[in-house]
């Protein structure tokens, strides 16, 4: 069977808005799982969850890949975490960056906190908190797969903030 001239273009026209809607489709199913959004924070919790308002919604956010010692009840360095967190936080306006799952098992929403854009000035040392953390020897590593984008840095974050002795590495 041959095309005719009108046939093979009419064919690679629908081929070509084929792979446009299935690339746009794409794209925006990676937008939505990664969506990145400025909230204000409500509150500290504790030293790895904040309470933020989220398109018109108060919502609780985990910090994911650390973990910080627990408020209730009480362990050692929970409130030098939170304080530290208060202090990083202040009135600043926060990014969110989510990684594959989007929620935990207690519905808190999982994001890495950016203090300024994420598609600007990736920093993670200066601008990410979750790293900022892990550096002042606030929290440890938690890796809780999908959610593993950042794993290898804040491993090497809390290395370096051991061999410092900062935070509660401190002798």
């Known amino acids: 069977m041959r095309f005719s001239d009108e046939g093979r ?56 890949g650390i973990d910080t010692p627990e408020l209730r009840p009480p362990e050692p360095f929970a409130q030098e975490a939170r304080s530290y967190l208060q202090r990083a936080i202040g009135t600043r306006r926060l990014w969110l960056e989510f990684d594959r799952e989007g929620r935990d098992r207690h519905g808190r929403m999982l994001a890495y906190i950016w203090l300024t854009s994420p598609t600007g000035a990736r920093d993670p040392r200066e601008n990410m908190l979750n790293a900022r953390l892990l550096l002042a020897g606030w929290g440890t590593t938690m890796v809780v797969r999908p959610n593993d984008t950042y794993a290898d840095l804040f491993a090497q974050l809390q290395r370096e903030a051991k061999e410092a002795q900062r935070g509660m590495w401190a002798r």
Do not use: K
């Open 9 to 64: 273009y009419g064919l690679l026209a629908f081929v070509v808005g084929l792979v446009f809607a299935v690339v746009t489709l794409f794209s925006l199913t990676a937008c939505a799982q990664n969506a990145n959004g400025a909230v204000r924070v409500v509150s500290v919790t504790d030293g790895d969850t904040i309470r933020v308002n989220w398109q018109g919604r108060e919502v609780a956010v985990r910090l994911i």
